[in-house]
T-cell receptor, first 116, second 110 residues
């Protein structure tokens, strides 16, 4: 049973560029959440997708956008990259019908994004 | 709205016990606990819900004080494999946004 998979594992971009990160949820899961984790910090909630719609959003600018596909996989897009966007981006999947309320989140290994 | 954890760091010898605390300024619906080892993804440990329901591992226990918006994670008879950074995660009564705590680094030495 495959867990949450993310691609790519590492990515290097320059300021001003755009990036797309991808996530395939654990089998049987229908909800995907994205987190940004800076070095030495806890993960920060970016947004959550369920039924192909953004259901909840954290305190991130509109440069951060996402998409969920009919097969529940998801993409995170970041435009106009800044040096401060350098971080580990984690995807988590779950099966609680859009509510992080009573089921665990399963995390992927993340994408390490470095901005030069 | 980020929950505050204490202590920030703790070092234990194998077999010793530890308590990690998580405190929120918001009324909580649930508290999750995760452990993250260096360079790895967070791994689920425990969920505590309003009303006392718990879901988690047998060897780890936790408490949730709904009135004080506080949770504590109890690690007993620590093993080397317990080393890592522990995060609580909270969801308030008013929304589905999920907030991870400030983290507690736990190191178990022989």
């Amino acid at each position: 049973d495959a867990g949450v998979t993310q691609s790519p594992t590492h990515l290097i971009k320059t300021r001003g560029q755009q990036v797309t990160l991808r996530c395939s949820p654990k089998s049987g899961h229908d909800t995907v959440s994205w987190y940004q984790q800076a070095l030495g910090q806890g993960p920060q909630f970016i947004f959550q997708y369920y039924e192909e719609e953004e259901r909840q959003r954290g305190n991130f600018p509109d440069r951060f956008s996402g998409h969920q596909f009919p097969n529940y996989s998801s993409e995170l897009n970041v435009n106009a990259l800044l040096l401060g966007d350098s971080a580990l981006y984690l995807c988590a999947s779950s099966s609680y019908r859009g509510a992080v309320r009573n089921q665990p989140q399963h995390f992927g290994d993340g994408t390490r994004l470095s901005i030069l | 709205q980020q929950p505050v954890q204490s202590p920030q760091a703790v070092i234990l010898r194998e077999g010793e016990d530890a308590v990690i605390n998580c405190s929120s300024s918001k009324a909580l619906y649930s508290v999750h606990w995760y452990r993250q080892k260096h360079g790895e993804a967070p791994v689920f440990l425990m969920i505590l819900l309003k009303g006392g329901e718990q879901k988690g591992h047998e060897k780890i226990s936790a408490s949730f004080n709904e009135k004080k918006q506080q949770s504590s994670l109890y690690l007993t008879a620590s093993q080397l494999s317990y080393s890592g950074t522990y995060f609580c995660g909270t969801e308030s009564n008013t929304g589905n946004q999920f907030y991870f705590g400030t983290g507690t680094s736990l190191t178990v030495i022989p």
